[in-house]
């Protein structure tokens, strides 16, 4: 049973407590009871044994062989290929390795289970449905995008400091990323930030929302990690390190307190743990409570440094240790109301006798871990990661006569740059870094860390009220994508730029495809499109429901409509597949399906695109357009098929004419840029398709006539029917516009003035 620290008097059962997460007081759970386990009864067991023997008391829900079969699936051969734990022995001192699991870290530790436990849980409570939401400052964010990827019925969503994680631990989470799970960059804030949004928006999901947590505010997955100080324990003893029930002292890297908070569980249980130290980097929030018992946030700035998994000053898994020290959950609860209103609480020194008893606190300084790193690798040869450094380099400001066991939380590869420049080494890039630790240091490369180099997921950019109201309500994606007009002149099949007009869907998860709002019958290219994205990227399909909001540009006129309806349907497949995929990958896809990219690139990427393909791969070139420039869109109420506008060019050029073209691409490139008037008239005369498609179009030689004196370009766009002139300011539209009033056409038609730099769209005049 468990209850939270914010009010004891409740409990719920295991399952419960382990889909929840978090408290609906804001409180955390623990054990209502810590059961004694001695280091006897675990000499013979193995890993799976000994995670049985300490969490089966604790699953109180669960039958013995639901526990047994989680446990073995957890810490098989898959998840930890060499060896689950490992021991390490230099100058006296023991490492504990944590960083052999899938995604090199301590976290994998508890997470390789916490999946398989839930799966459970929620059969127990028929629940069908699971949103994890979890905060992390580089590490845990990987290993539960990792852990629960095997779980349909589970949904993840990671948050993350942008710009506050290493490079390889962003790529590692990207690179778990599925239309299930992804993980978000808050664009502005800390790891506090995040961890504060993710319990704020769990404490306001309904019960629909079905949220959880995998961080360690989540009781099961802080209680699996006590296996693994009672594993040390056995293999120091089995090792010849220590006598059996000598004590030893554990000094655990910690910011978010969890870690080092599992090994306080550990030793309530009956490890013999002496002396629990934390080791924090200059965020010093740990020491500094430890030594004034009073925790203050005012005027303090968190400082970025070389081990970011560490830096944080809300330590969240202090509230447990307060709530096991003061043994009051009311006086558990206001302090950490008062840290939230007033941002300071000072504990009483009953309570810090109590915590001062079983912990010390030691600040290590950015020269002194970095130098830790270089000192021992030269001295024994061995290689630790920046978060190990602090902890080791905190052993030497304390004397003991105990074992000293190191906490090594993570792998030095999660951390390239660092290690690189520690010794001086030169590097381009991360992978360069990586190659240089494999080579030098004898640091090999893992299988799975080379799968996530490779990885191209792009990084998810988002607000905090984007990613509160994203959480809190399945959203429907908005999707618009713009007409855009090809050729441009001499640029046949190779230039495009997109115009401000759009076509705006929604596209919603639904039990079945279904379409809403379209006014055209026969096939849907917005939804075929939709479904190429997964059959072309191999990703589960997810039916949707595709609202059409808008539809603005004109069919069959030249203005892109295929290309856009192509580039809606996978935008909005990405958008539900939480953006796996880049809008480069996305624009091979839609070349394959439009047949060029002189549409799609501009439609996709916006802007002014040379675009060149060449078996099914497309380079792009964007330029630039001068901001003066606008477009004068002449649509006539005729329309001519791509097969007609094909057909009728030539099947063969002179040579002289194809280098005619040429030489005016990069004449009309130049005067767009700067924005002349008079040169892009002349770059734009065209040998290629102009001189044959005007004769498809009846009313082009009265709208060519009025442009040539008024002094403006203009030319087909597209295969259709649509002319494009480039202008201004608003006396040559009048111009070009009364000019056209005048004369007699054989179709009725629409002027639309569209922006080549910005979404403003304004219908001039139509003629009957």
């Known amino acids: 049973m468990f209850y939270s620290t914010r009010d004891d008097s409740k409990f719920i059962s295991a399952s419960k407590a382990m889909l929840l997460g978090i408290a609906s007081d804001g409180g955390l759970y623990l054990p209502k009871e810590f059961h004694h386990l001695s280091i006897e009864e675990c000499l013979d067991l193995s890993y799976t044994e000994l995670a049985y023997k300490i969490l089966r008391p604790y699953l109180d829900d669960f039958s013995d062989e ?20 490992g021991l390490k022995h230099i100058e006296g001192k023991s490492f504990l390795e944590l960083f052999h699991g899938p995604t090199l870290t301590f976290k994998d530790m508890a997470l390789s289970l916490l999946p398989h436990l839930m799966e459970v849980a929620l059969k127990k409570h028929g629940q069908k449905k699971l949103h994890i939401l979890t905060a992390t400052s580089g590490d845990t964010g990987s290993a539960v995008l990792s852990a629960f990827r095997s779980l349909p019925t589970v949904e993840v969503s990671v948050l993350y400091p942008n710009g506050g994680i290493s490079y390889v631990q962003e790529r590692q989470m990207l690179s778990f990323s599925s239309s299930t799970a992804r993980a978000y960059a808050l664009e502005s804030g800390n790891f506090d930030d995040c961890q504060t949004l993710i319990k704020k928006t769990m404490l306001e999901g309904t019960k629909e929302d079905a949220f959880s947590s ?60 002496e002396k629990l130290v934390i080791a924090s980097n200059p965020n010093r929030i740990l020491p500094d409570f430890l030594a004034s018992g009073k925790y203050d946030l005012r005027e303090r700035e968190l400082l970025k440094t070389s081990s970011p998994s560490m830096d944080i000053l809300i330590s969240s898994n202090l509230e447990r240790l307060l709530y096991l020290s003061c043994h009051s ?35 290590i300084e950015e020269n002194e871990s970095l130098g830790s790193i270089v000192s021992l690798y030269e ?36 951390f390239p740059d660092t290690i690189c420049e520690c010794f001086g080494e030169k ?3 991360q992978r360069e870094a990586l190659s240089i630790i494999d080579k030098e240091y004898g640091v ?27 959480m809190l309500k399945e959203p429907a994606y908005k999707v618009s994508s713009p007409a855009t007009s090809a050729n441009l002149g001499p640029g046949f099949d190779v230039l495009g730029v997109a115009l ?35 059959k072309h990227f191999g990703v589960a399909y997810i039916p949707v429901e595709i609202t059409e909001v808008r539809q603005a540009i004109p069919l069959s006129r030249g203005l892109g409509s295929s290309a856009s309806a192509i580039v809606a349907g996978l935008l909005g497949a990405n958008a539900i597949c939480n953006e796996l995929h880049t809008k480069e990958e996305l624009l091979e896809v839609a070349n394959k399906m439009e047949g060029h990219p002189d549409n799609v690139s501009p439609c996709l990427l916006g802007g002014l695109c040379e675009s060149h393909a060449e078996k099914g791969k497309v380079s792009v070139k964007k330029h630039e357009i001068n901001a003066s420039l606008k477009a004068l ?63 498809l179009i009846d009313d082009y030689s009265l709208l060519k006539e009025e442009c040539d004196k008024a002094g403006l370009p203009m030319t087909i766009s597209g295969s259709g029917s649509t002319l494009l002139v480039i202008y201004k300011n608003d006396e040559q539209v009048e111009s070009i516009i009364s000019g056209m009033s005048k004369k007699k056409t054989k179709y009725p038609y629409r002027f639309i003035e569209a922006s080549f730099n910005k979404c403003l769209v304004a219908l001039r005049k139509k003629v009957d």
């Not at 504990?347 to 600040?363: G, H, L, P, Q, V």
């Not at 008037?677 to 005369?685: C, D, Q, S, V, Y």
């Open 329 to 363: 959950s009311k006086t558990t609860k206001k302090w950490m109301e008062e840290l939230k209103s007033k941002k300071y609480f000072e504990a009483d020194k009953k309570t810090m006798d109590a915590i001062r008893e079983n912990f010390e606190a030691y600040c």
């Open 633 to 695: 869109l002449y649509i006539p109420e005729q329309e001519v098929s791509t097969e007609e506008a094909r057909y009728i060019l030539p099947k063969k050029y002179d040579f002289d004419v194809k280098e005619y073209q040429k030489e005016r691409i990069p004449l009309l490139l130049e005067a767009l840029k700067n924005g002349d008037l008079k040169k892009i008239k002349e770059a734009m005369e065209d040998k290629i398709h102009v001189p044959y498609r005007s004769k």
């Open 379 to 414: 001295k024994e040869k061995y290689l630790i990661d920046p978060h190990t450094s602090v902890a080791y380099e905190a052993s030497f400001k304390r004397e003991t006569k105990n074992l000293t066991l190191i906490v090594s939380t993570a792998s030095p590869l999660k």
């Open 500 to 534: 401000s007009i759009n076509n705006q869907f929604l596209f919603e998860k639904n039990n079945k495809d279904s379409l809403k709002g379209f006014s055209l019958n026969g096939e849907n290219l917005v939804l075929k499109a939709y479904k190429e994205y997964f």
């Open 66 to 85: 639901e526990v047994k079969n989680a446990i073995e699936k957890a810490y098989s051969k898959k998840n930890f290929l060499e060896k689950t734990i």
């Open 214 to 273: 995998a961080n360690s505010i989540n009781p099961f997955r802080l209680l699996p990690q006590i296996v693994y100080y009672y594993a040390a324990y056995v293999g120091l003893v089995k090792e010849g390190k220590i006598k059996l029930g000598e004590k030893i002292d554990a000094i655990v890297p910690t910011g978010n307190f969890g870690d080092v908070f599992a090994g306080y569980l550990a030793k309530l249980m009956g490890c013999p743990i």
């Open 427 to 429: 590097y381009e890039n």
């Open 444 to 470: 090999a490369l893992p299988a799975q860390l080379k799968a996530v180099l490779e990885n191209k997921t792009p990084r998810f950019l988002i607000s905090s009220e984007r990613f509160h109201k994203r």
